[in-house]
């Protein structure tokens, strides 16, 4: 559950967005500025105080609040904190996945040099032990598995892209239900093994089959989640009869 000043944050980085604020460029002064943001002065000095520390504001005494950093959205370059609709965004960003990955996966097994295979290798194995283990740090070393394979296909948009969504997908570890988890590991040595062996087409229909697997997995989450939700409204309703 985000606290108030955790979306005042989100609400605050919107409106600099939204106005095309730019380095250099001054705040209103805080009672403006709270009144836009419909929150309390004292919850709005928090925020600023933060995004001060983050070195995203400086404020000047007797000046006002201005802005310092271009990069406003620190590890979220492309503004997701801001997407109101959590689940949307997340079913959006798999798709993303879903079109961007295997070719992804089909460049490296062009381009990997030993060095990145011999990572593949590793993580993989360390991602199937974390499994067995029922640990879930697995889903760090899944992510740093995908942008090996993303640094491997030697392409820099893939490589600053895929961590930016993978960052950004914040329901991913909600919807991986352990009874399918194992999946996971068989279709990493499915990708592994083609990269291993440089076979382009084979690489991209594995990690096609991975981001297909993972879309299903996140829409059988969803619809799961919605009939719950109706369930406890239905609940309330009736209980309230």
């Known amino acids: 559950m985000e606290s108030l000043a955790q979306k005042t944050e989100i609400k605050l980085l919107a409106y600099i967005k939204d106005h095309q604020l730019m ?10 500025l709270a009144k836009t943001l ?6 709005l000095r928090e925020v600023i105080r933060a995004l001060s520390a983050k070195k995203v504001l400086e404020v ?9 950093s271009k990069d406003i959205y620190g590890d979220d370059p492309l503004g997701f904190a801001t997407v109101k609709d959590r689940i ?9 996945r879903y079109l961007l990955e295997p070719t992804m996966a089909s460049l490296a097994a062009q381009k990997a040099s030993p060095a990145e295979i011999d990572t593949l290798q590793r993580l993989h ?6 499994i067995k283990e029922g640990n879930e740090a697995h889903l760090t070393l899944d992510k740093e598995f995908h942008l090996t394979i993303a640094a491997a296909s030697k392409n820099v948009a893939l490589l600053r892209l895929i961590p930016v969504i993978n960052n950004s997908i914040d329901l991913y570890g ?3 239900a352990k009874r399918e988890i194992n999946n996971t590991g068989r279709h990493h040595q499915d990708i592994l093994q083609a990269i291993t062996e440089g076979d382009s087409q084979g690489a ?3 990690m096609l089959i991975h981001m297909a697997h993972n879309r299903e997995r996140l829409n059988r989450y969803l619809v799961d989640l919605e009939n719950t939700t109706k369930g406890e409204r239905h609940d309330n309703q009736s209980n309230t009869q």
């Open 23 to 32: 380095p250099g460029d001054r705040l209103p002064g805080e009672p403006q």
């Open 38 to 43: 419909h929150v309390g002065r004292s919850t």
């Open 60 to 68: 000047k005494r007797g000046a006002g609040t201005f802005i310092l």
């Open 88 to 96: 949307q965004l997340t079913k959006n960003l798999v798709d993303i």
């Open 125 to 130: 194995l360390a991602i199937n032990q974390l």
């Open 174 to 176: 909600e919807f991986t």
């Open 204 to 206: 991209y229909d594995a």
